[in-house]
């Protein structure tokens, strides 16, 4: 499950190939996206999926949400409500459903699709993931194994938050051609990359698929390529944590 702002998504994924076993679904999002509306929402979305695949009742869910997440606690929220934010999600979720519940930030459960099925499939050292949309998502995965809550789209630079002035939303809002957009990626990109000198940076978010108009802009060590699975990374990701897979990640990759 992929717990977003607007939409839940959904689907059975087979970890060993990352593809899902049959439809992908969603929901919306209950209005005001308190804990109780949400685990309601998932619960109806699991019954769907659960009624055209009788085999997979029972089976371990992972959850990606909006959520900074810290031994199962969210310790943030993100377009959701504020009830999120101090709460055992985890525990919560497990009893509500009454099955194994893994509960990860979106990021990281993108990261973690990314890193095993997508752009870097079968590189090890330190891997970065960014998603630009909204704010800026981020994961870094060492070795096949995720670094949690990895949150750089908070680092301040210039007197800014840098996913006020370097997500796509703020390119939207602020009317920012290319060129303009790609100096300010840069100045993130480089500084970020100072800091953990990653082996790999891949771009995720919607504006990924716009990344001939950016990526050859950029001028950094690393080298950044966009991202491959679009909107299923989080449910994907979420999965692998869910599983015994998802614990060793790429390690036999």
Not at 77 to 100: E, F, K
Not at 161 to 177: F, H, I, P, Q, Y
């Amino acid at each position: 499950m992929d717990v977003g702002g607007t939409w839940i998504k959904g689907a059975l994924i087979d970890v060993a190939s990352g593809i899902p076993a049959g439809t992908v679904r969603r929901l919306q999002t209950p209005a005001g996206g308190s804990v109780d509306a949400v685990a309601d929402a998932v619960d109806r979305l699991i019954t769907e999926l659960e009624a055209g695949s009788p085999g997979a009742a029972g089976r371990p869910v992972g959850i990606a949400i909006p959520s900074i997440v810290q031994h199962g606690v969210a310790r943030s929220a993100a377009n959701m409500d504020a009830g999120w934010i101090g709460r055992d999600v985890q525990s919560y979720l497990q009893s509500r459903l009454g099955r194994p519940v893994c509960v990860v930030n979106d990021a990281d459960a993108a990261g973690l699709a990314e890193a095993r099925y997508g752009a870097g499939s079968a590189r090890k050292g330190v891997v970065l993931v960014l998603t630009l949309g909204t704010g800026i998502g981020s994961a870094l995965i060492v070795d096949g194994r995720l670094v949690p809550n990895f949150e750089l789209g908070h680092l301040e630079i210039g007197g800014f938050k840098a996913e006020s002035r370097t997500s796509a939303v703020a390119r939207e809002n602020e009317g920012l051609d290319w060129v303009e957009y790609a100096g300010r990626l840069q100045r993130y990109l480089a500084h970020v990359e100072f800091l953990f000198s990653p082996d790999l940076i891949i771009i995720g978010g919607g504006i990924s698929v716009c990344s001939h108009e950016y990526l050859p802009r950029l001028s950094l060590r690393t080298p950044v390529i966009p991202a491959k699975l679009e909107n299923l990374a989080g449910v994907v990701g979420a999965a692998l944590q869910a599983t015994a897979a998802g614990k060793e990640i790429i390690q036999n990759t």
